[in-house]
Each structure stands twice: as C-alpha cells, then as structure tokens.
C-alpha cells in the first residue's frame, strides 16, 4: 500500500521564525518520487520539488530546503525566516514508478495548513 | 513557462444544467489530468489523457465527461450534477505520459470553483 502522512494540521507562526513541515511516506517500490506543492487560497498547486528515491541530497533554494531521509521514509520541508506569502497549505505527494506507472495517479497527504502571522 | 490556464474561474449550476469546463496548456505536454478537489482535502485525480486519447477513468460517474479535442486543450462536460459534486476541478499536464518509464512532474491550473445548486 502507498501513503502519505502529513501529521500536522495547521501550523501557525510568527513572521521570521522558522518552520518544518513534516512528511511520511509509505511505499514497497524502491523506485518512487516526492514532491511538495504549495496551494495558496486562489487555489492554484504550485510545484515546489521533487525527488526520485536515488537521490538522497538535501536541497535548499532560498529560503526553502527539503531533508529526504529514506531510513526514516521522511522527506520534510524547511521554510527558513517565513514570510507573510507563504500562508498557504502544504501538500507531500508520492508517485511509485511501479505502483502508479500506469496512471501516473500522485498519493497526496492530507495537507498542513501554514499560517504565518505578520 | 509551466502554465495550464482554466475557464471559468467561477462556475454556478443548477442539477439539470449543461456546463463545460475548459483546461489549455502550451507547454507541448502530452499528459494532461482531471482532478477534483473537496475543501480541506488533497486533490482526487478523475481522469488521464495519453496523446489525445482517455488512459484512466478513476470509476468517475458518468454526468462528467471529458474530451480532448488536440493535445493543448481538456474539456471536462457536466450534466445533471448533485449538490456533491461541488468542489475546486483541477486541471493538470505532464511534459511525457504516465507508463512511458518516467515519471513526469504535473502542473497544475489555477481550477475551477463549482457550486451545484
């Protein structure tokens, strides 16, 4: 079975604090891949990043980093000093080149809702 | 440039209505999604376009019917929808279709908010 489990439901933070989403995935195939997406309230998915399961490499790219920890199936996403505009819900999602090959169907967590208060 | 634009943004229907969603991209993908979404919910995927042609119909009732006319543009039909089915309707589209040994990124629309009455 495939899963996704975004265990926070709303996060609600400061302006310049720092902020973890996490992220945990359940999968039997050893060739899948992560992605993160932003959903702001105009309701538009925008693509954050994605990692295949080969690539263990942390990623920064400015004020967001992303820690992939396969021993721990956990691929949890960093805003450094958040902002206002990044107010949003936050989707993991998980696509197994086997399990979904032929659908190309992403298993999404449920979402963390982002608040960053000015 | 990874836009997918929808039309309408807004729609309003009554059950016994005929309406049309519309999805174009210009990006040349080859894949392109349906998804439908509940508030406070992650995005369901309905249906999968491969080169023009339906590839997955995820059991999705019948009074939704999509068509794609070329390989820019999605259609989604609706008729005699239920208060239920009300929700945001994503589109998506990936650079290469599913089951081809890569799994591409989607991109998403901006949706299209329904409200059935």
């Known amino acids: 079975a495939q899963k996704v489990t975004q265990a926070q439901t709303e996060i609600s933070v400061v302006e310049k604090e720092d902020v973890t989403l996490d992220c945990v995935y359940e999968?039997?195939?050893?060739?899948?891949?992560l992605f993160w997406y932003k959903q702001p309230p105009s309701g538009e998915l925008v693509f954050l990043i994605r990692?295949?399961?080969?690539?263990?490499q942390n990623e920064i790219s400015g004020r967001y980093s992303w820690n992939f920890q396969k021993s721990t199936s956990s691929f949890n996403f960093t805003i450094t000093a958040s902002q206002v505009v990044d107010s949003a819900v936050y989707f993991c999602?998980?696509?197994?080149?086997?399990?979904?090959?032929?659908?190309?169907?992403?298993?999404f967590g449920q979402g963390t809702t982002l608040q960053v208060k000015p | 440039d990874t836009e997918v634009t929808q039309t309408p943004k807004h729609l309003v229907m009554g059950m016994t209505n005929k309406k049309s969603l519309k999805c174009e991209q210009h990006?040349?993908?080859?894949?392109m999604y349906w998804y439908k979404q509940k508030a406070k919910k992650p995005p369901e995927l309905m249906f999968v376009?491969?080169?023009?042609?339906?590839?997955i119909n995820e059991s999705v009732p019948s009074r939704f019917s999509p068509e794609c006319p070329n390989s820019s543009l999605l259609n989604l039909h609706l008729h005699a929808l239920q208060p239920e089915d009300s929700a945001l309707y994503l589109c998506?589209?990936?650079?290469?279709?599913?089951?081809?040994?890569?799994?591409?990124?989607?991109?998403f629309g901006p949706g299209t908010r329904l409200l059935v009455l």
């Open positions: 998506a589209s990936s650079p290469r279709s599913p089951g081809q040994g890569l799994q591409e990124t989607q991109y």
């Open positions: 999968t039997r195939d050893t060739t899948y891949y």
């Open positions: 990692r295949n399961s080969f690539d263990e």
């Open positions: 999602a998980l696509l197994s080149l086997k399990g979904s090959s032929n659908t190309g169907k992403l298993i």
């Open positions: 990006m040349g993908h080859r894949a």
């Open positions: 376009y491969s080169y023009e042609k339906l590839s």
